[in-house]
């Protein structure tokens, strides 16, 4: 093919080896916190969101991820509408975002199409801070609880 191997760029493998050191050494206290977060704000969304259910196993899930599913509320209005409050969540998986079926994750966990449909899904990361969890946790349910009363009005208003 005429092609021969080049010169490794040694600074950029031993920055790297480093970074891979660093994030090594910081995971199990990132992890903890996040952990740690991810439990408050998932115990303050049950609380205060009536009806709603922590999908997936109860403990054995990622550090930063928390996944529910909200009756009486679709998907992307909950999306659409913390987004405008300065909350950035989703409705699924990553490869199915923007889609208007509902999870097939779901789906294949048992969950009645009309129940997947009001899927969220919440991924904290390392930056994330407890501030933006206390400000999730009141701007969540308040939000899901105006689309709730949106969706009542429009359904009275159909009769």
């Keep these: 093919r005429g ?4 010169t490794e760029n040694v600074p950029y493998i031993v920055g790297f080896a480093k970074a891979l050191e660093l994030a090594q ?6 992890n903890a916190r996040l952990r740690a977060q ?7 969304l049950l609380e205060k969101i009536p009806g709603a259910e922590c999908t997936g196993h109860p403990t ?11 009756p009486d ?8 509408a913390l987004d405008l409050a300065g909350v950035a969540v989703s409705t699924g998986s990553a490869c199915t975002a923007g889609s208007p079926e509902p999870s097939h994750v779901l789906a294949a966990m048992g969950y009645a ?3 997947a449909r009001g899927a969220l899904r919440i991924t904290l990361g390392r930056d994330n801070t407890d501030a ?21 009005l429009s359904f009275r208003a159909t009769i």
């Design 132 to 152: 933006e969890i206390d400000a999730a946790a009141r701007v969540i349910p308040a939000t899901i609880q105006k689309i709730r009363n949106q969706n009542a």
């Design 25 to 30: 050494s910081e995971r199990a206290a990132n």
């Design 113 to 115: 199409p009309n129940v």
């Design 38 to 44: 991810r439990e408050r704000l998932t115990l303050e």
């Design 73 to 80: 509320a679709v998907g992307d209005e909950m999306v659409f």
């Design 60 to 70: 054995e899930r990622l550090p930063g991820h928390a996944s529910f599913v909200i």
């Design 3 to 6: 092609r021969r191997a080049g």
